[in-house]
């Protein structure tokens, strides 16, 4: 499968006479494709960015980008990173999938499995949103549902410990196949190959600071890598929730974890600085977000965007933040917050 898009003339379609159109259109244009994978985002179909009104932030030197990455197909970064694991994965027949998953990394491969006639099972926190479960079984995958606090330690806890017993198992006899996007270096890869070129080109390389939080960290390593090398003075900000106890789907929290449990695929040397953020001020920034900007983006955005403008306090610079998804998968998880206006 390739990252590039695919994208075929339809028979017949690019001959008919369309009153100023070129008879020899190209497709990419007419945006017809062949399958929604082609739709994934690559260098030649980069997510939009878009850069921050003085209405939300006040900085006249400090530029906000949002990289709005829900402009994915199946709604979120995780389709980049679910396209790369599954080209790593050849599936035989009696085979499912399996995937510990906070809903992002599921719905995507939910998606894919479909379009590719493989079944799948995912392992998901109890305290996943209920759009995003809502949304899987939407997909028709099914779902194991774990006591889970958001941030459990691999690999012995929660959905990832679960998925992990029904690899190993010797009584599944080889049934699971997990590409485990924990550990896949495919999940850095995705993004040094597509994110973080897409950020530089669209930037022009006029980047001073990038914003992404921990979740498995192949977003913040692939980027990171990718940016560092064309300028190691872009300074790479890693956001983590408050504490372990939390309502940040998708975000986990890695300071002070013991050296075991810290994420494989984290390159520690990329990151400049950790911000830790509350629940309550992500909330805020992404409802503060949609009432200036008209840009509806999940409470990870939120978080981001709430390190972002600590940062840029009477600085000068260029901020890139990354949007993992949109606010639809999140609209229950809002209202507690809304209640407080």
């Known amino acids: 499968m390739s990252t590039q898009s695919s994208a075929q003339h339809i028979p017949g379609l690019a001959r008919r006479t369309v009153p100023g159109q070129p008879e ?18 690559n260098t030649d179909n980069p997510t939009p960015m878009v850069r921050l009104s003085e209405r939300y932030n006040a900085e006249p030197d ?49 998606a894919l499995s479909n379009a590719q006639g493989f079944p799948i099972e995912l392992a998901i926190p109890e305290g996943t949103p209920e759009e995003k479960k809502i949304l899987l079984r939407f997909l028709g995958a099914e779902l194991l549902e774990v006591e889970d606090e958001m941030c459990p330690l691999f690999p ?22 997990s590409p485990n996007q924990y550990e896949n270096e495919l999940n850095v890869e995705a993004h040094y190959r597509t994110t973080g070129p897409e950020i530089w080109n669209q930037t022009g390389g006029d980047i001073d600071y990038f914003f992404a939080a921990f979740g498995t960290c192949g977003t913040i390593t692939g980027v990171g890598r990718y940016l560092k090398e064309r300028n190691p003075d872009i300074r790479i900000i890693g956001i ?75 600085v000068k610079g260029r901020a890139v933040v990354i949007s993992p998804d949109d606010a639809t998968k999140y609209v229950s998880a809002y209202a507690e917050y809304l209640e407080e206006d």
């Open 24 to 41: 020899t259109a190209d497709p990419r244009q007419q945006r017809v494709y062949d399958s929604i994978v082609d739709l994934i985002a």
């Open 62 to 110: 400090f530029d906000i980008f949002v990289k709005l990455e829900g402009f994915n197909p199946f709604g979120s970064i995780k389709d980049r990173t679910a396209l790369y694991l599954l080209r790593g994965l050849e599936l035989k027949e009696g085979q499912v999938l399996a995937e510990p998953t906070a809903g992002n990394t599921g719905i995507a491969l939910a």
């Open 156 to 177: 012995t806890e929660g959905a990832r410990g679960v998925v992990k017993s029904l690899v190993e198992s010797a009584a599944f006899n080889g049934k699971y196949v």
């Open 240 to 314: 983590e929730p408050s504490s372990r106890e939390h309502k940040l789907s998708g975000i986990k929290k890695i300071s002070n974890l013991p050296e075991e449990f810290k994420p494989k695929i984290l390159d520690y040397s990329l990151i400049d600085e950790i911000i830790a953020v509350d629940d309550r001020d992500a909330y805020q920034a992404g409802i503060r977000l949609a009432r200036t900007e008209g840009i509806m983006v999940g409470p990870t955005t939120g978080a981001l965007l709430h390190a972002a403008q600590q940062t840029g306090t009477g």
